[in-house]
């Protein structure tokens, strides 16, 4: 539903963005749907770019007029996960959850407080964020593809470089080829494995997969995509999986098509109290890792400007994966596109 509500003026170390694009992801429909939690009522939106218009006391890290991407776990840099080089994991920032940082709204309706998407809420024309959620390019690329690399670039490519760390001429099956799951084809095409399945249940994904660099496709529609998998890599499975839709089904699948020492990662996250169950002899016998990842590892302020740089230089396909946009009004069809299943990333344009 799009209505006015009210936004307060940026508090110490928060800005005031106006919003430039915001991507559609899967995520805000898992809240949309009531499979994740989240505090109601909330403006969603998590992958954002936009230009910074305000800054609120002691801001350092950014000014009026930068070009900026927001970052989904805004890190405090002084907590333990942060100390230890896991930003995306911020403690404060899961503390405090869809409040900022200090625990308020600045978001209200009717004397009533309206939560913020990871400290986001980017389905609006202006947002007040965290400034260390907010990371400077001043690159001049545009708000579609700045969004981006706010959450399916660095989801997804991260899964494949910090997470997994896919190695060169290894095999990577890719369960679920959205808008993140293209963005792990793309990862493992940069790290150079010799072999990329991707496995969709439409054909259509798994055609424009092809386009990101795919070197096979899996129908999981037409039969066991496990057996399909262990076709393609000579009977052994790929050395490196990942479940990129979020659901129990696709956690096993994505397990039992991993072959002896390789990686099952899970970006995925399952509706509330699934459970997926696996061979407890074969997790040992075949030394198989599952593991899971959350923003692809990546530590925000660094690796976004990276992604930016690898976008540039021509080694990230954005371009093909931004098809679609849409005004704020529109957001309801954005979404229901998805659910058609749509190929590729749609954009809300401000
Ligand atoms: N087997 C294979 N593919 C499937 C199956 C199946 N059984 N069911 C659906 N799919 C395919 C769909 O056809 C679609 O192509 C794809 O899975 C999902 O793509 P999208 O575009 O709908 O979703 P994304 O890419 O925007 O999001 C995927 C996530 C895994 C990120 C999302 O669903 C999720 O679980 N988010 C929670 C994790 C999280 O919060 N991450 C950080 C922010 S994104
Ligand atoms: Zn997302």
């Known amino acids: 539903m799009v209505e006015d509500v009210d936004l307060d003026e940026p508090k110490a170390g928060e800005v005031l963005v106006k919003i430039g694009a915001a991507g559609v992801c899967r995520s805000d429909r898992h809240f949309m749907h009531g499979d994740a939690n989240i505090a109601l009522p909330a403006v969603l939106g998590h992958e954002g770019a936009g230009t910074v218009e305000k800054v609120g006391p002691g801001v350092t890290l950014t000014k009026p007029g930068d070009q900026v991407i927001l970052s989904f776990v805004p890190a405090c840099g002084r907590c333990k996960s942060c100390l230890e080089g896991n930003s995306n994991l911020c403690d404060l920032h899961m503390a405090t959850g869809p409040f900022m940082l200090d625990g308020t709204t600045r978001l209200h309706k009717g004397g009533k407080d309206i939560h913020h998407m990871g400290k986001v809420a980017c389905f609006a024309e202006y947002a007040v964020v965290p400034e260390t959620g907010c990371i400077p390019t001043n690159s001049g690329i545009s708000m579609d593809k700045a969004a981006m690399i706010g959450c399916c670039v660095p989801t997804g490519v991260g899964a494949t470089m910090f997470s997994a760390k896919v190695q060169p001429g290894s095999t990577v099956a890719v369960v679920g080829c959205g808008g993140v799951g293209l963005n792990v084809i793309m990862g493992a095409k940069l790290l150079n494995a010799s072999q990329i399945i991707a496995v969709d249940i439409r054909e259509s994904q798994l055609e424009f997969a092809m386009k990101f660099g795919a070197t096979h496709s899996v129908n999981a529609a037409d039969r066991d995509p496990v057996a399909q998998v262990k076709e393609l890599t000579g009977g052994r499975g790929a050395d490196y999986t990942f479940e990129v839709f979020g659901s129990a089904e696709t956690v096993k699948a994505s ?82 596109d998805m659910d058609e299943g749509e190929v590729g990333r749609g954009a809300i344009m401000f």
């Open 255 to 336: 397990y039992d098509m991993c072959a002896k020492s390789g990686t099952v990662t899970v970006v995925g996250i399952a509706p509330m109290g699934a459970e997926a169950s696996i061979n407890a002899v074969d997790l040992v016998r075949n030394e198989k890792t599952l593991r899971g990842t959350y923003y692809g590892s990546a530590r925000g302020r660094t690796d976004m400007p990276t992604m930016v740089d690898l976008y540039l230089s021509g080694r990230l396909n954005l371009d093909d994966l931004v098809v679609r946009h849409y005004s704020l009004d529109q957001i309801n069809e954005a979404y229901g």
